[in-house]
């Protein structure tokens, strides 16, 4: 079981705007550690998307943006498109576990 | 740019050693943290340890009494080894480079590869 808390999945039609939720606890997002997120398409390995909350590799379109607050971060994706279908993955450490820890993922569609 | 390189054996039997080695090209393995991770078939990511340039380690602490992550700077490479296998270490295992002091984050991941443990 993760220690982070994602929603399964979400989905929206081409050129709507979705966001993904990561629930943490205190012992990791409440704390105050950053939170990062990763794009995994089918048969590939993660890439890194959104790091230390709010700040895109180079090469990241900026349709996607991250955000934290309190015990929580969100990653928002504007003007969907069909090659954003994927499996999205948020990213912290805990203190409790003194290492990692991932979300359980949400599988995005694009209607 | 960076490039992570792994290989290793893909199939081992219960209580066998998995081994894998990840090499860094591109890129030296200095003043970085070099991390490993796995996925089970159809399941999420799990950190499983890392080891920085300096060769402190950190392990995910259901697994560090079967585990070893080192460090070869004169091949630019580093590796897992993971004894005492069962079907549940069967996973997709990936290195990957991580950046930052706590809270670390992996820009750099090899392509994976695939270990399963079967009788």
């Known amino acids: 079981q993760s220690v982070l808390t994602q929603p399964p999945s979400v989905s929206g039609a081409p050129g709507q705007r979705v966001v993904i939720s990561c629930t943490g ?3 990791n997002i409440g704390t105050g550690y950053d939170v990062h997120w990763y794009q995994q398409l089918p048969g590939t390995a993660p890439k890194l998307l959104i790091y230390e909350n709010t700040n895109r590799p180079s090469g990241v ?9 309190g015990t929580s971060a969100s990653l928002a994706i504007t003007g969907l498109q069909a090659e954003d279908e994927a499996d999205y993955y948020c990213h912290s450490y805990d203190s409790g576990l ?4 991932f979300g359980s993922g949400t599988k995005v569609t694009v209607l | 740019q960076v490039q992570l390189q792994q290989w290793g054996a ?3 039997k219960p ?8 090499g860094v090209f591109g890129g030296s393995l200095s003043d970085h943290y070099w991390s490993w991770i796995r996925q089970s078939p159809g399941s999420g990511l799990e950190w499983i340890g890392e080891i920085h340039s300096s060769g402190r380690t950190y ?3 259901s697994l560090k009494s079967r585990l070893t992550i080192s460090l070869d700077t ?3 490479q580093f590796s897992l080894r993971l004894s005492s296998v069962t079907a549940a270490d069967t996973a997709i295992y990936y290195c990957a480079r991580g950046r930052g002091v706590i809270g670390r984050f992996f820009d750099h991941w090899g392509r994976g590869t695939l270990v399963t443990v079967s009788s």
Request: hydrophobic share 20%; net charge positive.
């Open chain 1, 98 to 101: 003194r290492g990692s820890v």
């Open chain 2, 74 to 76: 004169s091949k630019n």
């Open chain 2, 15 to 22: 209580s066998e050693t998995l081994s894998l080695t990840c």
């Open chain 2, 10 to 12: 893909g199939l081992l």
């Open chain 1, 25 to 27: 606890t205190t012992s």
């Open chain 2, 59 to 61: 392990f995910d602490p």
């Open chain 1, 61 to 69: 379109p900026d349709r996607f943006s991250g955000s934290r607050s």
